[in-house]
């Protein structure tokens, strides 16, 4: 059965820095394609960026520029580095299987991890 734990969310101000992490157990994750995925109160949860088996990375266009996607295959976990934060990107984020062909399948949710912004 997959495990994913998220970890690294907490308070920050406005224009800090956060470093996620998602650690993958009973699946070697380096076989997906891996994103990370934020939800907010009362919104839909959303892809903010993605890591293919190769390495390409895509992101969304509100954190282009400022979040970084990462992974360390020995071991078994992706990254997110988010940079110069802002109020909106608050929201608890989660890992889970990246998109293959504009298709998704999903692993079961860990409890994801709570990011807040707020001065």
């Known amino acids: 059965q997959v495990q994913l734990v998220e970890s690294g969310g907490g308070l920050v101000r406005p224009g800090g820095s956060l470093r996620l992490s998602c650690a993958a157990s009973?699946?070697?994750?380096?076989?997906?394609?891996m994103g990370w995925y934020r939800q907010s109160p009362g919104k839909q949860r959303e892809l903010v960026a993605s890591?293919?088996?190769?390495?390409?990375?895509n992101y969304a266009a509100s954190v282009k520029g400022r979040f970084t996607i990462s992974r360390d295959s020995a071991k078994n976990t992706v990254y997110l580095q988010m940079n110069s934060l802002k109020f909106e990107d608050t929201a608890v984020y989660y890992c889970?299987?990246?998109?293959?062909?504009?298709?998704?399948?999903?692993w079961g949710w860990g409890q994801g991890t709570q990011v807040t912004v707020s001065s």
């Open positions: 889970n299987r990246g998109p293959y062909s504009g298709t998704y399948v999903f």
């Open positions: 890591i293919t088996i190769g390495g390409s990375t």
């Open positions: 009973g699946t070697n994750s380096t076989l997906y394609n």
